[in-house]
């Protein structure tokens, strides 16, 4: 699509990893995958059902990482990472993570959980970006199962996005669940937020199941910022790493 000429450019990636096992979890892949993100030289990732903690896990996996996920995957390729915690249950913990090239100078996990259903949280980080070009705002999501709940959810996030400032870059990435194709038109009327996919072909694309992709889950939504080069990663390897099919983006600021 066209863009104007930028002063900067950085690729995004977005994946659910499925707390580091295969779909259905029949094997632990974290090594594997990192393998893959790492592949894809992407300057900030938005990783959703990342695990924090486990208590019973290092003595029954093996490789079995001694840090947590996201500091496993961030290694040394991504130099800042932020995680929030959202599902807490006896043996541990899972959220969402952002791991970034660039310095994370702030971040907070909000929760938006509705009453009564499983905790569910926006990541919102602060990235530094070079050659004075100021914050970006990146915002990484997993909504929940049932539409009136994830509705619930995107009032929320669309309050949060009113109170930056109108002309910072921002991006939103996650699992959006929304299987019902509502989130577009909502997310445009409340937060001027447009989807990558969506501006090429009209709707987001098919990322799940990863291995025969029928539903539209996965989303990443820009404002203030243009797009090139929207992918859906390959089903291999991916196929065998997650049970959804990461999304990648080019953004121009």
């Avoid at 894809?40 to 019973?56: C, I, K, R, Y």
């Avoid at 109170?163 to 669940?177: T, Y």
Wanted: charged content about 20%; hydrophobic content about 40%; some cysteine.
């Amino acid at each position: 699509m066209p863009y104007k000429e930028e002063k900067f450019a950085l690729k995004v990636l977005t994946i659910n990893t499925h707390k580091g096992f295969t779909p259905f979890n029949r094997r632990f892949i974290l090594p594997e995958l990192r393998d893959a993100v790492r592949a894809t030289s992407a300057d900030v990732v938005f990783l959703q059902e990342v695990m924090g903690t486990h208590a019973l896990h290092p003595l029954q996996v093996e490789n079995w990482p001694a840090t947590p996920h996201y500091e496993f995957l961030a290694d040394t390729m991504w130099n800042d990472y932020a995680y929030g915690r959202n599902a807490v249950y006896p043996e541990g913990h899972h959220g969402n993570a952002v791991l970034s090239r660039y310095p994370i100078v702030a971040f907070e996990n909000r929760d938006i959980s509705v009453a009564g259903t499983e905790k569910r949280g926006v990541l919102h980080c602060e990235i530094q970006l070079p050659n004075g070009l100021g914050i970006l705002h990146a915002l990484c999501v997993h909504l929940g199962l049932r539409a009136k709940h994830r509705h619930a959810q995107m009032k929320m996030m669309c309050k949060m996005i009113a109170d930056l400032p109108p002309e910072a870059p921002i991006v939103v990435a996650g699992d959006f669940n929304d299987w019902q194709l509502r989130g577009n038109r909502f997310l445009k009327r409340c937060a001027n937020l447009d989807e990558v996919f969506s501006r090429d072909t009209g709707r987001p694309a098919r990322t799940f199941p990863a291995r025969w992709p029928l539903l539209r889950l996965d989303r990443i939504y820009v404002r203030s910022a243009t797009v090139s080069h929207p992918q859906k990663l390959p089903s291999r390897p991916w196929s065998h790493l997650s049970d959804h099919a990461p999304l990648a983006v080019e953004i121009h600021l």
